[in-house]
């Protein structure tokens, strides 16, 4: 075994590239809260984020209620609620960009509100991409959770805006019944 190739080494270990290995089709990636390896669709992404928000809110005005006069304690605990809520958050983050076929580092820009529609309306890819498998289904959990997030927004935004007109309104009747000769 003669061979002429200048840089040939018969003693090193076999050099091949393998591409004929496909995931199971039907096969997805796993689920971490607190991990940002995978990928999750927008639905997931929307009742992670939306979820973990609602519950610290709901913790948070809890131990408002449980505890008036203990503001230090109360303070400590959202704030600890509020750290876990952000990692909730940028790891669902990494995940939805992953989905994407994006970089994670792109969760940076979700200061800009627009990018985060755009997570939120951007299908992920179908198939496997380099950050791995597709995210499973969507559980009834998931989807009721998800599909509450935009209600909710949208009731706040409303409320956000009826509420002070409804007060002045109230305000002007108060102010037309108080006038004398009326």
């Given amino acids: 075994m003669d061979r002429q190739e200048p840089n040939f080494n018969q003693y090193a270990a076999p050099q091949a590239v393998v591409q004929d290995i496909e995931p199971v089709q039907g096969q997805t990636g796993e689920l971490g809260l607190f991990t940002a390896q995978g990928r999750i669709g927008r639905l997931r992404y929307l009742a992670y984020v939306f979820g973990a ?49 994006i970089s994670g580092w792109w969760t940076l820009t979700s200061i800009i509100p627009i990018i985060v529609l755009a997570w939120i309306f951007w299908p992920g890819d179908r198939g496997s991409n380099r950050f791995g498998l597709p995210p499973p289904p969507n559980t009834w959990g998931v989807r009721i959770l998800g599909s509450l997030a935009p209600f909710i927004v949208i009731i706040g935004i409303l409320a956000a805006i009826a509420i002070p007109q409804y007060k002045a309104y109230t305000d002007r009747a108060r102010a037309a019944q108080s006038v004398p000769g009326r």
């Fill in 53 to 101: 928000s609602f519950a610290v809110n709901i913790a948070t005005f809890a131990l408002a209620l449980a505890m008036p006069g203990s503001h230090g304690l109360a303070s400590v605990v959202s704030a600890v609620l509020g750290i876990a809520v952000f990692v909730i958050s940028v790891t669902s983050g990494v995940k939805r960009c992953h989905d994407i076929g």
